[in-house]
């Protein structure tokens, strides 16, 4: 019995010790020395395909630096070759298809050194780009001796392994690039149990490809039984390891999900919450800071934000919200990377409201907004009301790309984040968004319930006070808005309404939420092609005629 228990107990230490355990993420792309390596670098952070599946570092004999010239080392960025592949049905723009690729990369940490793009009909099962353009890049990788090459596209495991082979070079595609990012950017202990995650469900169908050096050692798969080589044995263990990995993270992740769920819900309950979303590099955390007085990091790079940051908005007098800042998205996200961030994007799904947050200066504005309403679709916010913030109109230069905006879009909100424009105003819209209809109400409460009566002192004016009306109750008169006033029963049980009436300036109350499948008028990308072709603009850059007639013109081709 003694045994028992104590084998018992260790199995429970064991798996206490597992979920403090801190997660492993390590970026592929890394400053490469330039005078000498450091004495040693863990196998994990070698790619088996570069190095021909070898299970040990590589050597470097009189390049190993002493402990006291370790600092000495001078790094360089990795040059990096980009490559596209523009196909009929693309999403990218056709006049910079590698823009938001190699502002990726320069995320990252390398050096883009030249980019590539092909037209193709269809891509090649192979090599998707063909094996006549794979010579050509390997060409162009041996000219500018180039370190790694990175497509715009997500390839199979066979595509990556073929082009490898062919190009002889580091070969990533979109996704392994942004989990990248993710990597070298994760701090807290919530984002990196995600970020191993995502990592680890992208290498597991790729296991095969790593250990293929070793598959005609001994034995095959036409040996017989038992007669396996290492690469197979290998393989077979990565594979176990590998799931048993992915099953422990995605207990974990339950976990802070659940969590996350518990503290979200009690917000919820006391709170009007409000998330912050939209396309990386939008704004959003200058935004958080300047609403909020806080110093969340900023910077103006691809994925500077990837936890979750939550801090009360005081939105005038007795009125304040609880604002969140999270993960900004981006085209073509994986949807691996989506799932493993779904704890972090709980707080916009269960927000009362969420801001969208669009950089207008940016030339690629139109696409950003549909990625955002695809993407926050997906993860179940379509219902959700939803208020457009026109971001950075400090840095849009051409007045009539704004008043483009204002026109297609009349309730959106036009700020820059930066300087406060607009700030004040949005406070305003936010406080009657949140508020609603103003309703005046008598309500009766209990004067054992102190709680229910600070509640009401809290969120409402009241105007008069009625203690003998009813004994042992006070009947209070208030102005409330409608939605507190609908959420009463829940947050004070032993409140009874007896009379409620709108106000006169509820009626003249409007709405300047949509709902986020409802955030882009319908038919927007038609009526844009349809400008393009009458000279108007372009459906992917908004260069817009000079004068108001940019105005006029959109709204005769909407109707």
Not at 81 to 96: E, K, N, Q
Not at 273 to 291: E, Q, R
Not at 458 to 463: E, G, L
Not at 493 to 502: E, G, I, W, Y
Request: glycine residues 6%; contains cysteine; proline residues 5%.
């Amino acid at each position: 019995m003694g045994r028992l228990i104590a084998f018992l107990y260790y199995l429970t230490l064991r798996k206490y010790v597992r979920r403090r355990e801190k997660p492993t993420v390590r970026p592929i792309i890394r400053p490469i020395p330039t005078k000498g390596f450091a004495p040693c670098t863990p196998f994990l952070s070698y790619n088996h395909r570069r190095c021909n599946g070898s299970t040990s570092a590589p050597s470097h004999e009189g390049l190993i630096l002493s402990q006291d010239k370790r600092t000495e080392l001078s790094v360089r960025a990795e040059k990096a070759i980009l490559v596209g592949v523009t196909l009929p049905d693309s999403s990218a723009d056709p006049r910079d298809p590698l823009g938001e690729l190699a502002s990726l990369a320069k995320t990252a940490g390398a050096v883009v050194v030249e980019r590539i793009v092909q037209k193709r009909e269809r891509i090649d099962p192979s090599t998707y780009i063909g094996t006549g353009k794979a010579e050509e890049v390997k060409r162009i990788v041996k000219r500018h001796e180039a370190d790694v090459v990175i497509f715009d596209n997500d390839m199979s495991p066979n595509q990556l392994r073929d082009l490898e082979k062919i190009i002889d070079c580091k070969i990533l595609d979109r996704s392994e690039l942004i989990l990248d990012i993710f990597a070298t950017r994760a701090r807290t202990h919530e984002a990196q149990l995600q970020v191993a995650l995502a990592q680890l469900e992208y290498t597991y169908p790729r296991l095969r490809h790593m250990w293929s050096h070793l598959e005609r050692i001994s034995g095959g798969a036409g040996a017989g039984v038992g007669a396996r080589g290492p690469g197979e044995m290998q393989l077979e263990i990565d594979r176990r390891i590998v799931r048993e990995r992915v099953a422990d993270l995605k207990e974990r992740i339950r976990d802070v999900q659940a969590r996350k769920n518990r503290e979200v819900r009690e917000r919820k309950r006391q709170h009007f919450t409000i998330s912050l979303v939209g396309y990386t590099n939008a704004g959003k955390s200058t935004m958080f800071n300047t609403v909020t007085g806080d110093n969340t990091f900023v910077e103006d790079k691809l994925f500077a934000t990837l936890d979750t940051k939550t801090r009360r908005w005081h939105l005038g007098g007795a009125h304040s919200a609880l604002l969140s800042d999270t993960v900004g998205f981006v085209r073509d996200l994986p949807h691996h990377l989506v799932a493993s961030f779904k704890a972090t994007l709980e707080e916009a799904t269960h927000a009362d409201m969420l801001l969208v947050v669009l950089d207008v200066s940016h030339p690629h504005a139109q696409q950003q907004l549909r990625t955002v309403q695809q993407v926050l679709t997906d993860i179940g916010c379509g219902e959700l009301p939803a208020l457009l913030l026109l971001n950075k109109i400090d840095a849009v230069t051409n007045a009539d790309d704004l008043a483009f905006w204002r026109t297609m879009f009349p309730d959106a909100h036009a700020v820059s984040a930066k300087q406060g424009d607009g700030v004040p105003e949005l406070i305003e819209v936010v406080r009657e968004q949140m508020l609603g209809r103003v309703m005046k109400a008598k309500i009766a409460l209990p004067l054992s319930d102190p709680k229910g009566i600070t509640f009401l002192e809290k969120f409402s004016d009241v105007s008069e006070r009625d203690y003998d009306t009813r004994p042992g109750q006070v009947v209070a008169t208030v102005n409330i808005s409608e939605r507190i006033l609908g959420q009463l029963p829940n947050n004070v049980p032993t409140a009874k309404v007896l009379a409620s009436a709108q106000t006169k300036s509820a009626r003249n109350w409007r709405c300047r939420t949509k709902l986020v499948k409802d955030l882009i008028p319908e038919g927007f990308f038609d009526d844009q092609r349809k400008l393009a072709e009458a000279g108007a603009g372009d459906p992917f850059v908004p260069e817009r005629p000079k004068g108001i007639a940019v105005g006029n013109r959109a709204l005769k081709v909407q109707s």
